[in-house]
């Protein structure tokens, strides 16, 4: 959706701001002051370097989704506050040109019938015909007092929306100048910790991978856990021997078996599960982005964000969904993660931060951060799941 003339300079005036910010670290001339949070101790290690890229993410991506959803809401705003401005026109019109008709009728009943009832009571030949005078006198104010008075009301009606409205505009401009001072904060420091990550060895990249891949089987083996214990266990069959407390051999006890040690399960690969109609043209879309950059509010072709990949992915299925993961959670039917079907879109965050579209098997295609790729994930990556939906 194209921007109002108005706001297309205020978000360009943000954006010349913020890219004087990332190329120099201080505010552009000019530029509102970046809020004042302390900055985060340099890490050491690269599970810190990862930990600080996770929160910076979160806390860059929240304010992402805050400034889609401030752009919606500006452009909203100014539409309404153009059709409110428009009806007051018309309605000031409507009521300039009432008024000067019942000026005329009046100056023109003034100069042939002076008197008004009177003059009817002079030039009646009867009291038949004086009543029918009269009454007809009386029916023609009353329509012009209610005509006039409906264009005043109009007036004043179509007035009001217009400073609702341009209050509401100016309240969104506002909202949005605020949020595009704090993403570009967010971004620099989420451009910091990205760089930090790309100057990792193989090895230590690796290292992180593997971290990532155990904690996501840990919480799947958590789940796993959780819902075995709410599933009622059915009553033990009494051993074969064995004989009532009041005597007899204890039951033989079997040692337990010992158990493997744990293994750290792989990255999730690229899976291919079948999958047809508009969800599988979708997965075959967002399949075909793997490997483009993430930059923050691109749609395509050449780069994405997260809600920019679901959105052009289920665009190319042809289906329509919202910009953002806010928007496309509260657009879409819920699905439960254990009936969730490739193609569906699951969220993270509480609020909402993230999305990415399934593809089976666990695994989800996703654009997850500045300075990283459009690529395959496990749904547990992030940590913070929080449903899934289905377009179409």
């Not at 005036?13 to 190329?23: D, Q, R, Y």
């Not at 970046?34 to 050491?44: I, K, N």
């Not at 098997?361 to 300075?371: E, W």
Request: charged residues 20%; glycine residues 8%.
């Amino acid at each position: 959706m194209a921007l109002p003339r108005h706001a297309s300079r205020l978000l360009r005036s943000a954006s010349v701001a913020g890219a004087a910010v990332l190329l120099i670290g201080v505010p552009a001339p000019g530029a509102l002051a970046a809020p004042a949070d302390p900055r985060p101790p340099a890490p050491t290690t690269a599970a810190q370097a990862l930990q600080q890229l996770r929160a910076l993410y979160k806390e860059f991506a929240t304010a992402s989704e805050e400034f889609h959803e401030a752009e919606t809401v500006l452009v909203k705003r100014t539409a309404e506050a153009k059709v409110a401005a428009a009806k007051a026109t018309a309605a000031a019109r409507a009521e300039a040109g009432f008024r000067s008709k019942i000026k005329r009728l009046v100056d023109s009943q003034a100069r042939s019938d002076p008197f008004g009832t009177f003059g009817a009571m002079l030039s009646s030949d009867s009291p038949g015909e004086f009543a029918a005078q009269a009454s007809l006198i009386d029916v023609v104010t009353a329509r012009r007092a209610a005509v006039l008075t409906a264009a005043t009301q109009a007036t004043a009606t179509a007035a009001k929306a217009r400073g609702d409205a341009t209050s509401a505009r100016d309240s969104a401009r506002k909202l949005t100048a605020e949020l595009a001072v704090k993403r570009t904060d967010i971004s620099r420091r989420a451009a910091r910790a990205a760089a930090l990550f790309q100057r990792l060895t193989a090895a230590e990249r690796a290292a992180l991978t593997a971290a990532q891949t155990q904690r996501a089987a840990e919480e799947r083996a958590s789940r796993a856990a959780d819902r075995a214990r709410s599933t009622p266990q059915p009553e033990p069959e009494p051993e074969p021997g064995a004989t009532s407390s009041t005597g007899g051999s204890a039951p033989t006890r079997t040692a337990p078996m010992p158990t493997a040690p744990r293994q750290s399960t792989p990255a999730p690969a690229p899976v291919a599960v079948p999958v047809s109609g508009r969800a599988g043209a979708a997965v075959a879309e967002a399949r075909r982005q793997v490997g483009k950059p993430y930059v923050w509010g691109a749609t395509g072709p050449g780069s994405f964000d997260c809600s920019g990949l679901t959105s052009w992915a289920w665009r190319a299925a042809g289906v329509s969904i919202p910009r953002t993961s806010r928007q496309q959670y509260a657009a879409g039917a819920k699905v439960s993660r254990s009936a969730l079907r490739a193609g569906d879109l699951v969220y993270f965050g509480s609020p909402i931060y993230h999305v990415a579209i399934y593809v089976g098997g666990n695994t989800m295609i996703s654009a997850p951060q500045p300075g990283d790729v459009v690529k395959f994930q496990s749904v547990d990556a992030f940590g913070d799941y929080a449903g899934a939906t289905r377009p179409g």
